[in-house]
């Protein structure tokens, strides 16, 4: 079983910049590869970015590629997705995500055992 928690959202200008954090319980995070999904309103949940177990690898949605950046830290259970040059259309409810099959398809919600509550972004133009 894990926990998750995000935090770190809030209101931000376009072009400025959040870091998001999502918080693992247990002593297996490292055996989880950890993932952003988002969900605008009135659009269904999709995936941002995706990092391996080690945090060797990193797989980015096309239209975050470049601004977006996941990393882990597996000593403090965390994961984060550092966000710049944001845009209005960015605005959404961030969730993380973890899965311990190690999917190919990890653009695929269901491909995730567990997941945070979410935290609200909104961007501002």
């Known amino acids: 079983q894990v926990q998750l928690v995000e935090s770190g959202g809030g209101l931000v200008q376009a072009g400025g910049s959040l870091r998001l954090s999502c918080a693992a319980s247990g002593r297996t995070f490292s055996s989880y590869a950890m993932g952003w999904f988002r969900q605008a309103p009135g659009k269904e949940r999709e995936f941002v970015a995706r990092?391996?177990?080690?945090?060797?690898?990193?797989y980015y949605a096309d239209s975050v590629k470049g601004r977006f950046t996941i990393s882990r830290d597996n000593a403090k259970n965390t994961v984060y997705l550092q966000m710049n040059s944001l845009k209005p259309e960015d605005t959404a409810i961030y969730y993380c995500a973890a899965d311990g099959d190690g999917t190919t398809r990890y653009r695929n919600e269901n491909e995730y055992d567990y997941w945070g509550q979410g935290t609200q972004v909104t961007v501002s133009s």
């Open positions: 990092i391996t177990r080690s945090g060797g690898t990193t």
